[in-house]
């Protein structure tokens, strides 16, 4: 994940104490709960280019002052960065959120858990390579394998997204299973 810009950072007096993290509200909690603010959040996770304040506003339905102080909110919290300065556009940030897929994961499964949805998606996986008969889903060509096979390009589209959708949760849980700590997984327990 990226370092945040230096005005975002805790100077040397914030560093000398830890912070009483239990205080703290999760990252949930502030960005869920109110009507304009998920509407926010569902505009800045539907970015898939950098968008100004505007666009932002346009897709959350408010105004662009409300988007620019969201933004500066989200982007404090790393769920955007910003790219350019002038005009101001912000982008997903995809590091962050894949962070916390991983740190929901590792809250809310045991190791084993974790372990055997790790084994049902790796053979989903598996499978889903040798139907197509190629290595990944982004060597399918969707029309040319709906036409050699005889099925709609509907359905190849279907089970090319559900291999892409697989190999995502393998990664995240991979990435929840490598990045435990012994001591934090020996106190898990199973939700």
Not at 72 to 94: C, D, H, L
Not at 166 to 176: F, H, I, S, T
Request: hydrophobic fraction near 40%; avoid cysteine.
């Amino acid at each position: 994940m990226e370092e945040p810009r230096s005005e975002l950072q805790a100077d040397a007096e914030e560093r000398t104490t830890s912070p009483d993290f239990d205080a703290l509200t999760s990252p949930e909690e502030l960005v869920r709960g109110e009507r304009t603010r998920d509407d926010f959040f569902d505009a800045v996770l539907g970015l898939s280019n950098p968008a100004t304040a505007s666009e932002v506003a346009d897709l959350a339905g408010h105004g662009v002052d409300a988007a620019r102080e969201y933004l500066e909110w989200f982007e404090q919290m790393g769920i955007v960065k910003q790219v350019t300065e002038s005009p101001a556009t912000y982008e997903r940030n995809q590091s962050y959120l894949n962070w916390r897929r991983v740190q929901m994961l590792q809250d809310e499964y045991s190791t084993a858990e974790i372990l055997e949805l790790l084994k049902a998606e790796a053979a989903r996986v598996d499978d889903l390579a040798e139907e197509f008969d190629v290595a990944s889903p982004e060597a399918v060509s969707i029309s040319k394998h709906a036409s050699a096979t005889d099925q709609s390009i509907e359905d190849v589209w279907v089970a090319v997204s559900a291999w892409k959708t697989a190999r995502r949760r393998v990664d995240l849980l991979e990435r929840a299973l490598a990045t435990e700590s012994g001591d934090a997984a020996d106190q898990r327990t199973a939700v």
